[in-house]
């Protein structure tokens, strides 16, 4: 069974590093793409970025360029979503999404979604 | 990269037909067959429904169809069920090889 499984919320202050996880399992983790998607509090889905596991080759999202940091370990099927100095507006819960590959292409939708990491900044 | 428009909110009856539209630019919906939509419970993770335009992946009711012409895609559901309330997003890759969501559709059966 295909799973992506999130690390759990998070409560950090204006300032504060951080990094979330999504651990894939079920399936072979360097074969299909990661992306990482934003939601904010009462409002839609924002594509962030997304990481090719088998290379580590990123691919960001003007709005979120430079304000994080994807990356993934593949030897632990593990993605990474990152923060060097969070802002109050970061809070949001975070989804990661595979993305769905086929005979080495990938494809612009996700089959499979994390259950969502709820990040809080707040002073 | 602006996101793509789509109503804030449709409504049915029990047994009726909505549409949902959602509109792009010529560097995203109008011009790749890519574009896909999700439905979203309240505190749940999004859930893919089509793919690729008109595609509908294993599992999901063929009550749900997609289309597209130009720069705008639609989701029809039909045979309207009080499961399908929800929030509905489209999503589109884009000429800058990103993805960009839809503002999101507030699906209500009455």
């Known amino acids: 069974e295909v799973q992506l499984v999130q690390s759990g919320a998070e409560v950090k202050k204006p300032g504060e590093s951080l990094r979330i996880s999504c651990k894939g399992s079920?399936?072979?983790?360097?074969?299909?793409?990661i992306s990482w998607v934003r939601q904010m509090p009462g409002k839609g889905l924002e594509w962030m970025g997304r990481?090719?596991?088998?290379?580590?080759?990123?691919n960001y999202s003007p709005s979120f360029q430079g304000h994080v940091t994807i990356s993934a370990d593949k030897s632990i099927s593990t993605a990474y979503l990152q923060w060097s100095s969070l802002k109050a507006s970061d809070t949001a819960m975070y989804y990661c999404?595979?993305?769905?590959?086929?005979?080495?292409?990938?494809?612009?939708?996700?089959?499979?979604w994390g259950q969502g990491t709820l990040v809080t900044v707040s002073s | 990269q602006s996101a793509l428009t789509q109503p804030a909110s449709v409504s049915g009856s029990p047994g009726q037909s909505i549409t949902i539209s959602c509109t792009g630019t010529?560097?995203?919906?109008?011009?790749?067959?890519?574009v896909s939509w999700y439905q979203q419970h309240p505190g749940k993770a999004p859930k893919l429904m089509i793919y690729d335009v008109s595609n509908r992946p294993s599992g999901v009711s063929n009550r749900f169809s997609g289309s597209k012409s130009g720069n705008t895609a639609s989701l029809t559901i039909s045979g309207l069920q009080a499961e399908d309330e929800a929030d509905y997003y489209c999503s589109s890759y884009t000429s800058s090889s990103t993805l960009v969501f839809g503002t999101g559709t507030k699906v209500t059966v009455l």
């Open positions: 079920g399936y072979s983790f360097t074969s299909y793409w």
């Open positions: 990481i090719d596991p088998s290379d580590s080759y990123t």
């Open positions: 010529s560097s995203d919906v109008g011009g790749y067959n890519y």
């Open positions: 999404a595979r993305r769905y590959c086929t005979n080495g292409v990938c494809y612009a939708f996700f089959d499979y």
